[in-house]
């Protein structure tokens, strides 16, 4: 694939998780609009997506708006009003899954077919493509082969996929399960969440039935699976025709956002520093993380790659639907509110952390050794497999800093100088003082010019010129530092 922009897609529950998913490495993100949004409980104002759209536009980071439930006839007005709306604000296309709303007056905007319009056949793709829809977004069910097919039946439309978070156990865009037992739909932003409730398991008799160990399926997590997780097979999924890589979660806190895009960012930057033939949509970015990614610190249910190499063969956790987080050891011997610990050897446990054992946690209090104490009693057996679904060191060091790199030249010119940073540039009149220390005037120039502050920007190359030639020593001319502050400000607006 050849020139192949690649995308990484993240979610923003607000304003504030959109900018720091843009400050983490995303390519695009996605948010819910006021209303008409498949998570009734994420909707943004106007203002806030128009925002959104400001910023993210700095660094040349697309803003994508849901407006993807199913609408009532009275509906269809206000959410083509809705649609002008965010148009006029700069946003980047809307997701739908409601094809009516095509027979009303939409904006020129682009528009992408959300996984609910159950985007899982080569047919059904290219009838999209015939309504004017520029992407899919694909069923989480699909596998490789489906999609490399899907790519070579219908190669002019881009493909989207889900890499990373929580999944549905009814097929893409197809669930009723709320709407039939709850009167909620989930095509209306109204899922009950009912995979995540416990259940029996019984024969056609009503009778429990046994698990392996002859013990009664009773009042299990039986419907919830584990959280989708196909980071080691992006390289494969571009080949198969993907380029775009969504992560679900437009529920999900800042800590979250942060950790799991900057996971992906490295990882597709590793793939596009291999192969010259792809590149990131966004503007190329240098990035500054405090921590280390890594999935197993922030909301995890486990991993399962689902359906992409045929059936996983552990899609679900009958344990718990709530977050596991990291393995860390096992429980040795219970006192009370004290407990001691055999822990992996890499495992550093901290005041504060959560610790989980099937559907239930607790906090620990103090760290003392192998020993800890712990919130509340708990009710808790020796060899019991212990997990950390919190880890409050882990969770201070979640910055994230993205800067574009620039060129910066400074030259003399006959009235003045003239100041070039990025593609800004201006003349500023000054008389040429001739400088007693030629060399710590080139360090100041040096030192103020590269003195970008909290602006997205980073000095790449500064060069710097006098009389034609690139001074690499010394600099001739005196130049206070205030003028050159105030010169450096106007072109980046500090």
């Given at each position: 694939?050849?020139?192949?922009?690649?995308?990484?897609?993240?979610?923003?529950?607000?304003?504030?998780?959109?900018?720091?998913?843009?400050?983490?490495?995303?390519?695009?993100?996605?948010?819910?609009?006021?209303?008409?949004?498949?998570?009734?409980?994420?909707?943004?104002?106007?203002?806030?997506?128009?925002?959104?759209?400001?910023?993210?536009?700095?660094?040349?980071?697309?803003?994508?708006?849901?407006?993807?439930?199913?609408?009532?006839?009275?509906?269809?007005?206000?959410?083509?009003?809705?649609?002008?709306?965010?148009?006029?604000?700069?946003?980047?296309?809307?997701?739908?899954?409601?094809?009516?709303?095509?027979?009303y007056d939409l904006p020129p905007i682009r528009l992408h077919a959300s996984t609910q319009c159950d985007n899982r056949t080569p047919?059904?793709?290219?009838?999209?493509?015939?309504?004017?829809?520029?992407?899919?977004?694909?069923?989480?069910?699909?596998?490789?082969?489906?999609?490399?097919?899907?790519?070579?039946?219908?190669?002019?439309?881009?493909?989207?996929?889900?890499?990373?978070?929580?999944?549905?156990?009814?097929?893409?865009?197809?669930?009723?399960?709320?709407?039939?037992?709850?009167?909620?739909?989930?095509?209306?932003?109204?899922?009950?969440?009912?995979?995540?409730?416990?259940?029996?398991?019984?024969?056609?008799?009503?009778?429990?039935?046994?698990?392996?160990?002859?013990?009664?399926?009773?009042?299990?997590?039986?419907?919830?699976?584990?959280?989708?997780?196909?980071?080691?097979?992006?390289?494969?999924?571009?080949?198969?025709?993907?380029?775009?890589?969504?992560?679900?979660?437009?529920?999900?806190?800042?800590?979250?956002?942060?950790?799991?895009?900057?996971?992906?960012?490295?990882?597709?930057?590793?793939?596009?520093?291999?192969?010259?033939?792809?590149?990131?949509?966004?503007?190329?970015?240098?990035?500054?993380?405090?921590?280390?990614?890594?999935?197993?610190?922030?909301?995890?249910?486990?991993?399962?790659?689902?359906?992409?190499?045929?059936?996983?063969?552990?899609?679900?956790?009958?344990?718990?639907?709530?977050?596991?987080?990291?393995?860390?050891?096992?429980?040795?011997?219970?006192?009370?509110?004290?407990?001691?610990?055999?822990?992996?050897?890499?495992?550093?446990?901290?005041?504060?952390?959560?610790?989980?054992?099937?559907?239930?946690?607790?906090?620990?209090?103090?760290?003392d050794g192998e020993w800890i104490q712990v919130n509340q009693s708990v009710d808790i057996l020796p060899r019991t497999t212990l997990?950390?679904?919190?880890?409050?060191?882990?969770?201070?060091?979640?910055?994230?800093?993205?800067?574009?790199?620039?060129?910066?030249?400074?030259?003399?010119?006959?009235?003045?100088?003239?100041?070039?940073?990025?593609?800004?540039?201006?003349?500023?009149?000054?008389?040429?003082?001739?400088?007693?220390?030629?060399?710590?005037?080139?360090?100041?120039?040096?030192?103020?010019?590269?003195?970008?502050?909290?602006?997205?920007?980073?000095?790449?190359?500064?060069?710097?010129?006098?009389?034609?030639?690139?001074?690499?020593?010394?600099?001739?001319?005196?130049?206070?530092?205030?003028?050159?502050?105030?010169?450096?400000?106007?072109?980046?607006?500090?």
């Amino acid at each position: 694939m050849s020139n192949c922009k690649l995308t990484l897609l993240a979610p923003a529950r607000d304003l504030e998780v959109g900018k720091a998913a843009v400050q983490a490495g995303a390519d695009a993100v996605y948010i819910g609009a006021p209303e008409f949004g498949a998570r009734q409980a994420a909707g943004n104002s106007i203002a806030d997506i128009a925002a959104l759209v400001e910023y993210a536009h700095r660094f040349d980071v697309q803003v994508l708006v849901t407006l993807n439930t199913l609408l009532h006839n009275d509906e269809y007005p206000r959410a083509c009003a809705l649609a002008h709306d965010l148009y006029k604000v700069g946003v980047d296309a809307l997701i739908i899954q409601d094809l009516n709303l095509l027979n009303y007056d939409l904006p020129p905007i682009r528009l992408h077919a959300s996984t609910q319009c159950d985007n899982r056949t080569p047919e059904h793709i290219n009838h999209l493509k015939q309504l004017g829809f520029r992407r899919v977004v694909l069923a989480r069910e699909l596998s490789l082969e489906q999609i490399r097919n899907i790519h070579h039946t219908t190669p002019n439309i881009e493909l989207e996929a889900f890499v990373h978070g929580a999944l549905c156990v009814s097929y893409s865009g197809r669930c009723y399960l709320s709407e039939v037992l709850m009167n909620r739909s989930a095509n209306r932003g109204c899922c009950a969440q009912l995979c995540r409730q416990r259940y029996d398991l019984l024969d056609k008799y009503g009778n429990e039935i046994l698990d392996d160990n002859d013990l009664p399926i009773h009042q299990q997590y039986l419907l919830s699976l584990q959280d989708m997780d196909r980071s080691q097979y992006l390289a494969e999924l571009i080949d198969a025709g993907v380029t775009t890589f969504k992560i679900e979660g437009r529920l999900k806190d800042r800590d979250y956002v942060t950790n799991i895009v900057a996971y992906y960012r490295q990882l597709l930057d590793q793939l596009i520093n291999s192969n010259p033939q792809w590149e990131s949509s966004s503007t190329p970015s240098i990035y500054e993380y405090d921590f280390t990614p890594d999935p197993a610190k922030t909301f995890h249910r486990g991993a399962t790659t689902y359906f992409l190499h045929d059936r996983a063969t552990k899609m679900a956790n009958w344990d718990t639907p709530k977050s596991t987080g990291e393995l860390i050891g096992k429980v040795i011997e219970v006192r009370g509110k004290s407990m001691r610990l055999q822990l992996l050897p890499h495992i550093v446990l901290h005041n504060g952390d959560g610790l989980c054992f099937g559907d239930k946690g607790f906090a620990i209090n103090r760290v003392d050794g192998e020993w800890i104490q712990v919130n509340q009693s708990v009710d808790i057996l020796p060899r019991t497999t212990l997990y950390r679904n919190l880890d409050t060191s882990f969770i201070r060091t979640l910055n994230a800093k993205r800067r574009i790199p620039i060129d910066i030249r400074f030259e003399v010119t006959s009235g003045g100088y003239c100041l070039t940073i990025g593609e800004q540039s201006a003349t500023f009149e000054a008389t040429h003082q001739e400088a007693t220390n030629p060399q710590r005037a080139l360090q100041t120039l040096h030192e103020q010019l590269s003195k970008l502050g909290d602006t997205h920007l980073t000095a790449a190359t500064i060069t710097i010129v006098a009389n034609n030639e690139v001074c690499t020593e010394t600099f001739p001319y005196f130049i206070p530092i205030s003028h050159i502050n105030q010169w450096r400000r106007q072109l980046t607006q500090i």
